[in-house]
C-alpha cells in the first residue's frame, strides 16, 4: 500500500505527466456537463419509459454504456455507443475484405486511416439511431413536426459526434486512450445511484431485518470486490510458450541460442463478446416492444414481457458469448503466422517440429485457453442474475461487462502513468 502511495505521489512531480491528468480531468467535466445539458422539445421521461418499459433491454444496455445521459434525454444521449458498434463492425470488415486488411497492417498511416473510417462511420450510425429513434417516440412528443424531429436528431448525432472530438483530445493531448475514459466515467456515474438503491432497499425493509439487511449489504460489497479480483487475475493472466532459438553464425559473431517465450493472454477477446451477445439477446424484445406493443399473442407476449432472465435466455446468453468469444479470438489471433514468425527467425518450441506442428500446438493450446475465458466471461456475466435469483435483490449486482470495462481502463490508465514515471527516472506503482 505504501508503494502505491508513493507512486501516486510520484505522478505529480512529472509536469508533464500532471498536465497530461489534468487536461484529461477537464475533457471528462465538460463531458459531464454535457450530460446535463436536455434535448429541446423532448422530455426526458419519454426516453427514461423507453428503459424502464419490459421490453427496454436494449435502451437499458445504451443508458448504462452513457451513463444515464439517455433516460435523461441529454445532448449525449447517443454518448459512445455508435463509436462502439461502428469500431466492431469496421473492425469485422477487414476481416472480410483483404483491402481494409491490408490497411490495417499498413503501420501508422494505416491505422490513422481507419480511424477517419470509423469516426465517419459512427456519425453516420449516430444519425441512423438518431433518426429511429425519434420516430419511434414520435407520438409521445407534443406538436411533432419535421422541424422538431431535425432538431432532435441533429442534436443527437452533434452530440456523438462532439464526444468522438473529446475522446482524440484526450487521446492525443491526455492520458491514456479518451473514448475508453468516457466509456469509464459513465460507468463510474452509476455508482451513487447504486449505492441509494441499496440504501432505499435496507431502509425500506426490503432486505429483511436489520440485521439481515448489513450482512446482504456487505455481501453485495464482498462480491463485488471478489468479482473485481478474478476479472483482474484473468484479464492479466497469461500461458506462456517456451521458444528456444537455434545458434547461428553470421560473420565472426554469433547470433540465437537463448531460451524465451511467446506469451498468449488467456482472455483473449476481452468484453466484447458480452457486448456481441447481449446486443443480440435484447434484439427480440425490443422490436416486439416497438411493433406490437398491446399484443396479447402467447409467444409476442413472452418474448416482449418474459424472454429476459428467464432459464432459456441465460442459457442461450451463456452459449452465444462462449460462441462469440471463439469468433473473436480466432479473427484477431492467427497461430499460423505466429507459427511462421517463430520458424522465420530460427525459433522453435522444445519437443514440437517448426512449421505445421507449431502451429497445430499453438492452435490447441488458444482452443483451451478461449473455453476457459468464454466460459469465464459466461459465469461473471450471469453471475449477477442467478444472484438476484437466489436472494430476490435485484438492482444491486454489477454486470460483468462493466467490471471488465471498469478494470481494463483502469489497467491502461495505471501502465500509460506508470511508464512516463519510470521514462522519467520515477518509481512506478508497484516497484520502488
Same mark, same amino acid.
Given at each position: 500500500?505504501?508503494?502505491?502511495?508513493?507512486?501516486?505521489?510520484?505522478?505529480?512531480?512529472?509536469?508533464?505527466?500532471?498536465?497530461?491528468?489534468?487536461?484529461?480531468?477537464?475533457?471528462?467535466?465538460?463531458?459531464?456537463?454535457?450530460?446535463?445539458?436536455?434535448?429541446?422539445? %423532448?422530455?426526458?421521461?419519454?426516453?427514461?419509459?423507453?428503459?424502464?418499459?419490459?421490453?427496454?433491454?436494449?435502451?437499458?444496455?445504451?443508458?448504462?454504456?452513457?451513463?444515464?445521459?439517455?433516460?435523461?434525454?441529454?445532448?449525449?444521449?447517443?454518448?459512445?455507443?455508435?463509436?462502439?458498434?461502428?469500431?466492431?463492425?469496421?473492425?469485422?470488415?477487414?476481416?472480410?475484405?483483404?483491402?481494409?486488411?491490408?490497411?490495417?497492417?499498413?503501420?501508422?498511416?494505416?491505422?490513422?486511416?481507419?480511424?477517419?473510417?470509423?469516426?465517419?462511420?459512427?456519425?453516420?450510425?449516430? %444519425?441512423?439511431?438518431?433518426?429511429?429513434?425519434?420516430?419511434?417516440?414520435?407520438?409521445?412528443?407534443?406538436?411533432?413536426?419535421?422541424?422538431?424531429?431535425?432538431?432532435?436528431?441533429?442534436?443527437?448525432?452533434?452530440?456523438?459526434?462532439?464526444?468522438?472530438? %473529446?475522446?482524440?483530445?484526450?487521446?492525443?493531448?491526455?492520458?491514456?486512450?479518451?473514448?475508453?475514459?468516457?466509456?469509464?466515467?459513465?460507468?463510474?456515474?452509476?455508482?451513487?445511484?447504486?449505492?441509494?438503491?441499496?440504501?432505499?432497499?435496507?431502509?425500506?425493509?426490503?432486505?429483511?431485518?436489520?440485521?439481515?439487511?448489513?450482512?446482504?449489504?456487505?455481501?453485495?460489497?464482498?462480491?463485488?470486490?471478489?468479482?473485481?479480483?478474478?476479472?483482474?487475475?484473468?484479464?492479466?493472466?497469461?500461458?506462456?510458450?517456451?521458444?528456444?532459438?537455434?545458434?547461428?553464425?553470421?560473420?565472426?559473431?554469433?547470433?540465437?541460442?537463448?531460451?524465451?517465450?511467446?506469451?498468449?493472454?488467456?482472455?483473449?477477446?476481452?468484453?466484447?463478446?458480452?457486448?456481441?451477445?447481449?446486443?443480440?439477446?435484447?434484439?427480440?424484445?425490443?422490436?416486439?416492444?416497438? &411493433?406490437?406493443?398491446?399484443?396479447?399473442?402467447? +409467444?409476442?407476449?413472452? %418474448?416482449?414481457?418474459?424472454?429476459?432472465?428467464?432459464?432459456?435466455?441465460?442459457?442461450?446468453?451463456?452459449?452465444?458469448?462462449?460462441?462469440?468469444?471463439?469468433?473473436?479470438?480466432?479473427?484477431?489471433?492467427?497461430?499460423?503466422?505466429?507459427?511462421?514468425?517463430?520458424?522465420?527467425?530460427?525459433? +522453435?518450441?522444445?519437443? &514440437?517440429?517448426?512449421?505445421?506442428?507449431?502451429?497445430?500446438?499453438?492452435?490447441?493450446?488458444?482452443?483451451?485457453?478461449?473455453?476457459?475465458?468464454?466460459?469465464?466471461?459466461?459465469?461473471?456475466?450471469?453471475?449477477?442474475?442467478?444472484?438476484?435469483?437466489?436472494?430476490?435483490?435485484?438492482?444491486?449486482?454489477?454486470?460483468?461487462?462493466?467490471?471488465?470495462?471498469?478494470?481494463?481502463?483502469?489497467?491502461?490508465?495505471?501502465?500509460?502513468?506508470?511508464?512516463?514515471?519510470?521514462?522519467?527516472?520515477?518509481?512506478? +506503482?508497484?516497484?520502488?
Amino acid at each position: 500500500m505504501k508503494k502505491i502511495f508513493s507512486g501516486i505521489a510520484n505522478i505529480f512531480k512529472v509536469p508533464e505527466l500532471r498536465k497530461k491528468i489534468l487536461f484529461t480531468a477537464i475533457i471528462l467535466v465538460v463531458y459531464r456537463i454535457g450530460c446535463q445539458i436536455p434535448i429541446p422539445f %423532448l422530455n426526458k421521461s419519454v426516453l427514461a419509459s423507453l428503459v424502464s418499459q419490459g421490453g427496454g433491454s436494449l435502451f437499458g444496455l445504451v443508458d448504462v454504456f452513457t451513463g444515464g445521459a439517455f433516460s435523461n434525454a441529454t445532448i449525449f444521449a447517443l454518448s459512445i455507443s455508435p463509436y462502439i458498434n461502428a469500431s466492431i463492425i469496421i473492425q469485422l470488415l477487414c476481416v472480410a475484405f483483404d483491402s481494409l486488411g491490408k490497411l490495417a497492417k499498413e503501420g501508422d498511416e494505416g491505422r490513422k486511416k481507419i480511424d477517419r473510417i470509423t469516426r465517419y462511420s459512427a456519425i453516420g450510425l449516430a %444519425l441512423v439511431e438518431a433518426v429511429a429513434i425519434t420516430w419511434g417516440i414520435h407520438n409521445s412528443l407534443s406538436n411533432f413536426n419535421f422541424f422538431i424531429m431535425a432538431v432532435v436528431v441533429l442534436t443527437m448525432t452533434a452530440g456523438t459526434a462532439l464526444i468522438v472530438w %473529446l475522446g482524440d483530445l484526450v487521446t492525443e493531448k491526455g492520458i491514456s486512450n479518451g473514448i475508453s475514459l468516457i466509456i469509464f466515467v459513465n460507468i463510474i456515474s452509476r455508482g451513487p445511484s447504486a449505492v441509494s438503491t441499496m440504501i432505499s432497499y435496507y431502509s425500506n425493509g426490503l432486505l429483511g431485518n436489520k440485521v439481515v439487511g448489513i450482512l446482504i449489504m456487505a455481501l453485495v460489497v464482498v462480491v463485488f470486490l471478489a468479482v473485481i479480483g478474478c476479472v483482474v487475475w484473468v484479464n492479466e493472466a497469461e500461458r506462456r510458450l517456451p521458444v528456444k532459438y537455434a545458434k547461428r553464425v553470421v560473420g565472426s559473431k554469433m547470433y540465437g541460442g537463448q531460451a524465451t517465450y511467446v506469451p498468449i493472454k488467456v482472455c483473449w477477446a476481452g468484453v466484447l463478446p458480452i457486448i456481441f451477445a447481449m446486443s443480440i439477446m435484447v434484439l427480440p424484445s425490443t422490436i416486439v416492444s416497438f &411493433i406490437w406493443p398491446s399484443s396479447t399473442n402467447a +409467444f409476442i407476449v413472452f %418474448l416482449r414481457d418474459q424472454w429476459t432472465g428467464g432459464w432459456v435466455y441465460n442459457v442461450v446468453y451463456a452459449v452465444l458469448i462462449v460462441a462469440f468469444t471463439f469468433f473473436y479470438t480466432y479473427i484477431q489471433f492467427n497461430p499460423v503466422d505466429l507459427a511462421n514468425n517463430i520458424q522465420s527467425n530460427g525459433g +522453435f518450441i522444445p519437443g &514440437i517440429r517448426p512449421g505445421r506442428e507449431t502451429a497445430a500446438y499453438i492452435t490447441k493450446v488458444l482452443h483451451r485457453l478461449t473455453w476457459f475465458s468464454g466460459m469465464f466471461l459466461a459465469v461473471v456475466q450471469l453471475f449477477p442474475s442467478l444472484l438476484g435469483t437466489i436472494t430476490g435483490i435485484n438492482g444491486l449486482w454489477l454486470g460483468g461487462s462493466s467490471v471488465f470495462i471498469m478494470v481494463g481502463v483502469a489497467l491502461e490508465v495505471v501502465r500509460s502513468a506508470e511508464s512516463m514515471m519510470i521514462m522519467r527516472h520515477h518509481s512506478g +506503482f508497484l516497484e520502488d
